[in-house]
């Protein structure tokens, strides 16, 4: 397709398709639109959160925009973008912008990529992550299932160009599920990393229709495992979102299942509904609900579980093991 058939991204409504600047056939914020969409939930006092700017927003946004690099932060649509940024913080988003995959709750773009892969990744992340000056690095990605090895390799390859560059920086790798081939979990694993992650996202009753039909409970739960059975010294981190409807029976048997996988690190944050087209909003959890559940996982012997209005699976990552909630 020529580039006059490639609609700007600026131009095209949520929900709709395009052809992004690679020729990729898209849907913009990764769920099509629906009429009318579905009624969203007034926000509560506690949901408010203050824009924060200024020469190092700016200084990472030049640097990330620079390298052509994605991050989580933008793609997203996170509450805490401002925050993380002006801190001189980004969760980089590996193997491009559109996710082979559709979750209901997810807004980066979904389309098919068809095999590519930007060669300069590697090295542009490694150089990112020296100008920013960081010492801890979430590097995350969209769903690849139309690589071979869902993308396994070519993040490896990141993390290595990260470590070679930057000995001293620490790497998170917030990965895909790999649909469940555990030799790609081993190949991440090997890569160098000090955490590896990989969100549940909400409770077993949830999952479908909330994740995307090639996402599973039990298959997040078995790389996870997997992980810490095949590399014991390489922490192991889960997120879910919370508000989608779930039950705080439901939560507790979450955390009993994450506890049996061994997993190290749980995050609990509110689900925001991106757009009236995603998955709706069942309720506002309240701060004091969030600092219960967290006593309810550092009970059952959790390393650390960060919970909060605010908190995504990468926010303050770096502040983990300081086991304060981050700061909250």
Known sequence: MGDSARIPVVNIASGEKY??????????????????????????????????????????????????????????????????????????????????????????????????????????????????????????SVNRDDLPDGGAGHYAACVQRVKAVNPETAVEALTPDFLGKLSDVETVVDSG??????????????????????????????????????????????????????????????LDDLRAARVDIVTFGQYLQPTAHHYPIDRWVTPDEFARYREWGLERGFLEVVSGVFVRSSYRAEQVLEKNNVGL
């Open 193 to 254: 990393i000090e955490v590896f992650a990989q969100n549940v996202e909400t409770v077993r009753r949830l999952t479908h229709p909330v994740r995307d039909s090639r996402a599973g409970y039990d298959q997040t739960l078995a790389v996870l495992a997997h992980a810490k059975a095949y590399r014991p010294d390489v922490l192991t981190k889960t997120s879910l979102m919370l508000g989608l409807g779930e039950t705080e029976a439901e939560i507790i048997e979450a």
């Open 19 to 140: 052809t992004n600047e690679r020729g990729i056939r898209v849907i913009k914020d990764g769920v099509k639109a629906s009429a009318g969409g579905s009624e969203r939930l007034a926000k509560p006092p506690w949901l408010r959160t203050r824009i924060q700017q200024g020469a190092t927003f700016e200084k990472v946004r030049g640097i990330v925009h620079e390298h052509r690099l994605a991050t989580v932060c933008e793609e997203a649509k996170c509450p805490n973008m401002g925050e993380c940024w002006s801190a001189g913080t980004a969760t980089i988003m590996l193997m491009g912008d559109v996710c082979t995959r559709a979750c209901r709750f997810c807004a980066v773009n979904t389309g098919n990529p068809r095999g590519w892969l930007d060669p300069e990744e590697p090295d542009n992340t490694a150089r990112s992550v020296q100008l920013m000056g960081l010492k801890y690095v979430v590097l995350t």
